[in-house]
């Protein structure tokens, strides 16, 4: 079974920066996504980025359109983990991180969040002045 931690959240004001990680244990295996989701408080969870973990094709990486430039997804399989740096930061931003995985083929289904099975315990992100 994967297990999938997140850690890095915290406080910070508008304009600043965070970087968040995910490290996967147990079960990893090749071919499947990793992806960043948040939720604020009264509202649906999102895709923020996702990331391929292994298989062929090259790594795919998406970025929601609110995040994109702003944020940048990475991955380091030597370590398991995947990581989101997070710049310019909003206080739109604020919400709870969660990292989860996905086991679907599809590249398609990378950006739909009911395709992830696997979800970490989410860090949370403060963006306050």
């Known amino acids: 079974q994967l297990q999938l931690v997140e850690s890095g959240g915290g406080s910070v004001q508008p304009g600043g920066s965070l970087t968040l990680s995910c490290a996967a244990s147990g079960r990893t295996s090749n071919g499947y996504a990793l992806g960043w989701f948040r939720q604020a408080p009264g509202k649906d969870r999102e895709i923020v980025s996702a990331i391929t973990w292994n298989g062929g094709g090259g790594t795919f990486k998406h970025y929601s359109d609110s995040v994109k430039g702003r944020f940048t997804i990475s991955k380091d399989n030597t370590k398991n983990t995947i990581y989101l740096q997070m710049d310019s930061l909003k206080p739109e931003d604020t919400a709870t991180y969660y990292c989860?995985?996905?086991?679907?083929?599809?590249?398609?289904?990378?950006?739909?969040?009911?395709?992830?099975?696997?979800w970490g315990r989410g860090t949370q992100v403060t963006v306050t002045v």
């Open positions: 989860a995985a996905t086991f679907q083929n599809s590249r398609l289904t990378y950006t739909y969040t009911r395709y992830y099975s696997t």
